[in-house]
């Protein structure tokens, strides 16, 4: 079916609005689309996947509905993570006008289905589609909506509804991490405990070829802020800092540090203001570069997303860094790193790979992600592959996601030897750093060491805090991770050891306590934990509805 002309909703504001996330399970393998191998959580989908039961296992909202909800004056229910059965009862139990899908392109086939369900259980309603899944050339003709919409949302909705598509962005209220759990332990959730997520933009100027976000957002030198300015930024914090009762925020703009006018203006409010605040922020090497150290640490950085593709990648945010140095200044600085290396890069072949794979390794950063080279529609690459006639036509979009096999033809690597590099990549990093959570205490213990005196309170405070968890339960997990390691891999366990006896020299009765009484508890659930996985236990996002100026349908 062809998409209708954008015109505003005949209802406008009042027209009753259901916003969806794709449906689960999504850790199984089905004839949707759900992959086994892309679950619905963040590290443990592509980050520490790996590591076993020390994979750091958590969910994460969609925030892109979640903002649009809170940006519409129209009674509004968002429907996150349902299952098809919660996704049809809601559409039989309410009446809606609209009915919103959110998707990334790997899920499409949900997209299809779920269209096919308002179809038939809601037939007047009109179908929206946005998300990364609206930039699938010929997307019209695989599912029957009425509307797709690429790029921002809330603008689009709020045109659509007859509302001000300028108005100020109010944010909504964003726990960033549920249900965490490490060690086969489910980390209690206390108010405040978990970082709120705030999204100051969407896109990213720097428009590397393979982007997918920097090009559905507008390509390069494009971005859209939703917060331009610094005091805009720090209002929005402060908000979200007393209703949700945090110090810590998970950033999510791309390029966060970028924007340097808009950054070094939140940091002088928190100086004035006093906040002691934790960011958690993605930023390019480049972009790092622009800052101190200690403008970094003043600014609250204390986890910082990189992208470092590859030791002799031409792209420009790596120009002229020398990446190895600058993970460890930041670590040093107590700044965690998460590194993000691509495999299968044009010039990768089958023998240079391993050394790049090592030197990525090499960079010891705290966590490191390792993605396929993908050209995704939308982007300059895919559109350059396609014109080299490499794209592999064969494929389900179910199966694109970066950590599965290449989707195009490589000049020199095999479609199956992709897959190969890319798992030795993840287990090399494992084999030679060690847990995540061991490398993470590290960092902390480095900051602590170098901040715990400082003379501005705000720096004291948030190194203080941060060191509580270590002096506590991570030294209970330092001291499993030294008994675990210590039979198949001799050296990692020793520098465990090492980092534990200096946690304990600095803490010597609490941290020596907790490892005694909380460590066996640990033992017990992380071998408990391995032998679950080793039957194939998988984990899912609960469900969430919440509704907003709702009003019961008479
Ligand atoms: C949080 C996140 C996740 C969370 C889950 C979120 C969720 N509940 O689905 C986790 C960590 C689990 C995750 C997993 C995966 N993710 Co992810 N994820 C993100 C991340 C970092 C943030 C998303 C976000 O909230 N952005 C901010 C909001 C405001 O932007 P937005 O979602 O795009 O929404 C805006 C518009 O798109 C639009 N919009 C969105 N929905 C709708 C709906 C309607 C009706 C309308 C009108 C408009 C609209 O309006 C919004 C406001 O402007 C993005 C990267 C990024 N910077 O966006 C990647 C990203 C979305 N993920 C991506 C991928 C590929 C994956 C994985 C396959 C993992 C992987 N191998 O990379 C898995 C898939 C898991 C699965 N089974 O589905 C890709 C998608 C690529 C693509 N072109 O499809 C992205 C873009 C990362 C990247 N650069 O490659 N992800
Ligand atoms: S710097 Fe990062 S976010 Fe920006 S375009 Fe490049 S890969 Fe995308």
């Known amino acids: 079916m062809k998409p209708k002309q954008v015109e505003t909703h005949p209802k406008g504001s009042h027209a009753r609005i259901l916003l969806s996330s794709v449906f689960g399970p999504y850790a199984q393998d089905d004839e949707f689309g759900s992959r086994s191998i892309n679950p619905m959580e963040l590290y443990h989908n592509q980050v520490t996947r790996a590591q076993g039961s020390f994979s750091l296992r958590m969910f994460h909202r969609s925030w892109g509905i979640m903002m649009i909800q809170e940006n519409i004056s129209a009674p509004c229910s968002v429907l996150d993570f349902p299952t098809r059965k919660a996704f049809a009862r809601e559409l039989t139990k309410n009446h809606y006008d609209i009915v919103g899908i959110s998707s990334i392109i790997v899920n499409v086939g949900k997209v299809r289905e779920m269209c096919r369900m308002v179809r038939e259980l809601s037939p007047d309603s009109v179908i929206v589609v946005g998300g990364h899944v609206a930039a699938i050339p010929g997307v019209e ?44 332990i489910r980390l209690p959730n206390r108010k405040g405990g978990t970082a709120a997520t705030i999204i100051p933009s969407v896109g990213c100027p720097m428009g590397c070829n393979f982007c997918t976000t920097s090009s559905f957002f507008g390509g390069k030198g494009k971005f859209i802020n939703f917060y331009e300015t610094g005091d805009e930024l720090f209002e929005v914090m402060c908000g979200i800092e007393a209703k949700l009762k945090v110090h810590s925020f998970f950033v999510m703009d791309e390029n966060f540090l970028l924007h340097r006018t808009r950054a070094l203006r939140l940091l002088e409010l928190m100086k004035q203001a006093g906040k002691s605040w934790e960011l958690s922020i993605f930023a390019s090497a480049n972009a790092i570069r622009k800052y101190t150290m200690l403008e970094l640490v003043e600014l609250g950085v204390s986890w910082v997303w990189m992208g470092l593709e590859s030791p002799r990648s031409t792209y420009s945010k790596l120009q002229g860094e020398e990446v ?192 005694a009484s909380l460590g066996p508890i640990l033992l017990w659930s992380t071998r408990r934990e391995e032998r679950r996985l080793a039957k194939g236990r998988t984990y899912e996002p609960p469900t969430f509805v919440e509704r907003r100026n709702w009003v019961s349908a008479s």
């Open 324 to 515: 190895g140095q600058l993970t460890r200044e930041l670590r040093k600085h107590g700044i965690r790193v998460q590194g993000s290396t691509i495999i299968g890069l044009e010039h990768h072949t089958p023998d240079n790979i391993v050394g790049e794979i090592e030197s990525a390794v090499g960079y010891q950063t705290d966590f490191h992600q390792f993605m396929l080279y993908t050209p995704v529609p939308g982007t300059p690459l895919y559109k350059e592959m396609s014109e080299q006639g490499r794209l592999l036509t064969d494929m389900d979009p179910a199966d694109i996601h970066g950590q599965f096999k290449f989707n195009f033809r490589h000049a020199a690597i095999s479609r199956e030897d992709s897959k190969r590099f890319l798992d030795w990549a993840f287990w090399r990093d494992f084999e030679i750093n060690g847990p995540s959570l061991y490398r993470m205490c590290q960092t902390t213990l480095l900051g602590w060491q170098r901040y715990k005196d400082h003379p501005d309170p705000r720096i004291r405070e948030r190194f203080a805090r941060e060191v509580k968890k270590l002096n506590s339960t991570y030294n209970a997990a330092l001291w499993v991770m030294e008994r675990e390691f210590k039979k198949v891999n001799r050296s990692v366990s020793e520098r465990i050891h090492k980092l534990r006896r200096e946690v304990e020299k600095e803490f010597p009765v609490v941290a020596r306590l907790c490892a």
């Open 141 to 184: 003709t695989m599912i029957d909506a009425d509307h797709i919409v690429r790029g921002e949302g809330i603008s689009w909705m709020r045109r659509y509804l007859g509302e001000d598509e300028h108005a100020p962005i109010r944010h909504p209220l964003i726990v960033s991490g549920l249900e965490t759990r490490i060690m086969g």
